[in-house]
């Protein structure tokens, strides 16, 4: 039974997007954000990993500036693996994968009402997941992925077919290597939404990038 405790919608799963001040170049982060919000992203995880991310309180202070940017367009703010940061910021919820803190423990610590996303590869992990009382699950890699250098093998769309089966109502987000022109098969598999990192955070106008892959996602019929 899926036993999920925040007020998390499905349609704001839609277009789900991952940045870091790492992805975007020689953009400035906060800009990329912003103009993505402006183009219609539905989600935004904050995912500061990797060879020059931020730390201490110069991360405090960009997450928080990231946090605000969400809050003026309504947009959900999740922190990736980052309890304390979320409870500092009280972020609107946390996204774990299978070797960052335990489900179960990060939802203890977050308590009710705040979303909990957790990445899962098998079954054993989505059922677990969703007894420790996950608001939505990550599925990937669907594509090949360059923005994770520890990414796992290419999953395809079968798994989230599959689970779509057994689990009708659990909110399930692909990932990896999605872009505007190949994400129509995740949301036929069940999905309810995609992640997107590159494909917005690498975009030369990341307002347009961003209003195309939103649009595309409304014409397959996805509410937005």
């Known amino acids: 039974m899926l036993r999920r405790s925040s007020s ?3 349609e704001q799963l839609a277009l789900y997007f991952i940045m870091g001040s790492t992805n975007t170049g020689t953009q400035d982060p906060l800009h990329v954000l912003e103009c993505a919000l402006r183009g219609g992203i539905t989600c935004f995880q904050l995912r500061e990993k990797g060879p020059g991310a931020k730390s201490g309180e110069a991360l405090l202070e960009f997450a928080r500036q990231c946090q605000e940017l969400c809050k003026e367009y309504s947009v959900p703010f999740i922190v990736n693996d980052d309890v304390d940061l979320a409870l500092a910021l009280d972020a609107d919820g946390v996204h774990v994968g299978q070797e960052d803190e335990q489900a179960a423990i990060v939802r203890k610590r977050l308590g009710i009402g705040k979303i909990l996303g957790v990445s899962s590869h098998t079954s054993d ?3 677990a ?5 996950a608001d939505y699950i990550g599925m990937g890699p669907v594509y090949t ?3 994770k250098p520890d990414a796992k093998p290419v999953a395809g769309t079968q798994f989230i077919q599959t689970t779509r089966s057994v689990y009708p109502d659990l909110p399930i987000v692909g990932i990896g290597g999605i872009t505007v022109d190949n994400f129509a098969p995740v949301f036929a598999a069940g999905a309810n939404g995609v992640s997107v990192i590159s494909a917005i955070a690498g975009a030369t106008d990341v307002y347009a990038a961003t209003k195309a892959f939103a649009e595309s996602i409304e014409k397959e019929g996805v509410p937005l």
């Open 8 to 10: 998390l919608n499905k």
């Open 125 to 127: 992990e989505v059922l």
């Open 129 to 133: 997941a969703i007894e420790a009382g």
């Open 145 to 147: 992925t360059t923005s």
